[in-house]
């Protein structure tokens, strides 16, 4: 090679890493600005297992949209109170929120039907429920809802399994519906309504004021959630009468609420990664939860001392007829709501008995291998 040319390469070759690095450069800082962040608030203390179900959200957005979209979560009360999460999505406060929208009953009766309401409804199970929303029209009907009905410019994705409730904590043993006159009960959604209607002084609040409001003897009973959740708030440490199960909130989920601004401003892979994200959330972490619910509820009874009762059947009939009594007042009061009804209704009129033909009991199996026998030991291992 001459003398000549090999500066003339050395250029080239100069010239082509300066422009690789060029480019390199301006990908980043296009990918970058092309990046965003989201601002959103939970309606849960920073202590409360559901952080970890939101947290999990935002680590899949992140990690699944290789950091073009970056979720900020925080805790009830970091930037607005927690019921107000919905608010604050609406006028732009937040970008979204991870909440109940039950909450939102004050504003709508429907938004008790769309978290899943007492008894299903319907007899619906959580998969039930969940395939309603995703395959029997109640997606459709909730975007409706937030659209027309209570006018907030939102969207909403199922996320938060937090089910099957339990009906609650007492400072003395519960006897049955009578006994729940005069209770100071903290409640809030339908499970309120059907408490007050039992005669109870029902008192709501947010989960993180539920215990000190104990100590203060605001209340002197509470329902929350489940044996993982309560426990991790300190429920035992005020309450030992611990009754289950409960029919208010059999297939209860919570949800992402998210702009509708924030929501058209993303391309639609990135939408369709929020979406995958909140259903993967929703299953991987109630597989999770199931399993701390009941390793949980063996240590409430041999380290914590908590009394773990069976709720009487009678108060489980009374609270699906209060329901039922209260569902159909307000279908014929409100038309909006009444379609929601009757699209569960129709929805579960195929999938609860086909289940029911189908599947056994789970008792079956589970009585088999894990009831207690006279002289005998379970033949589960």
Request: glycine share 8%.
């Amino acid at each position: 090679m001459s003398t000549l040319r090999r500066p003339v390469l050395r250029l080239a070759v100069a010239m082509t890493a300066a422009g690789t690095m060029l480019f390199a450069a301006v990908a980043v800082q296009a990918q970058q600005a092309a990046s965003k962040t989201w601002t959103m608030q939970a309606s849960w203390p920073a202590s409360s297992t559901f952080m970890d179900n939101f947290n999990q959200f935002a680590d899949r957005v992140n990690k699944t949209s290789g950091g073009r979209l970056h979720i900020k979560t925080s805790a009830a009360g970091t930037i607005v109170p927690a019921f107000e999460v919905t608010d604050a999505t609406h006028k732009g406060v937040l970008d979204g929120a991870h909440t109940w929208s039950g909450y939102l009953i004050g504003k709508h009766p429907a938004a008790v039907l769309f978290t899943g309401g007492p008894g299903g409804p319907f007899g619906m199970d959580l998969f039930d429920h969940l395939g309603w929303f995703y395959d029997g029209g109640g997606q459709q009907l909730m975007d409706e809802w937030f659209e027309t009905i209570i006018k907030r410019d939102v969207i909403s994705l199922p996320i938060l399994s937090f089910t099957p409730q339990m009906f609650g904590w007492f400072k003395q043993p519960f006897k049955g519906w009578e006994d729940l006159k005069g209770r100071k009960m903290r409640a809030v959604g339908m499970n309120a309504q059907i408490l007050s209607a039992a005669g109870a002084s029902v008192v709501s609040m947010p989960g993180g004021e539920i215990v000190p409001a104990a100590q203060r003897g605001v209340v002197d009973a509470a329902e929350w959630c489940c044996p993982a959740e309560d426990v991790k708030l300190g429920f035992h440490n005020v309450w030992k009468y611990y009754y289950m199960p409960s029919m208010h909130e059999m297939t209860e989920v919570g949800d992402i609420i998210i702009s509708k601004a924030a929501w058209k401003a993303l391309s639609p892979d990135l939408q369709e990664i929020v979406r995958m994200a909140a259903t993967d959330t929703y299953l991987r972490w109630w597989l999770w939860y199931s399993r701390e619910n009941a390793k949980t509820l063996a240590e409430m009874r041999t380290k914590h001392g908590v009394n773990v009762r069976r709720t009487p059947t009678e108060v489980l009939i009374k609270q699906l007829q209060t329901w039922d009594a209260l569902r159909d007042k307000f279908a014929k009061e409100d038309a909006f709501f009444a379609k929601v009804v009757e699209s569960q209704r129709a929805y579960a009129a195929n999938v609860v008995p086909g289940r029911m033909a189908m599947y056994p009991a789970y008792s079956f199996a589970a009585d088999y291998y894990w009831k207690p026998k006279p002289g005998a030991k379970p033949n589960g291992k």
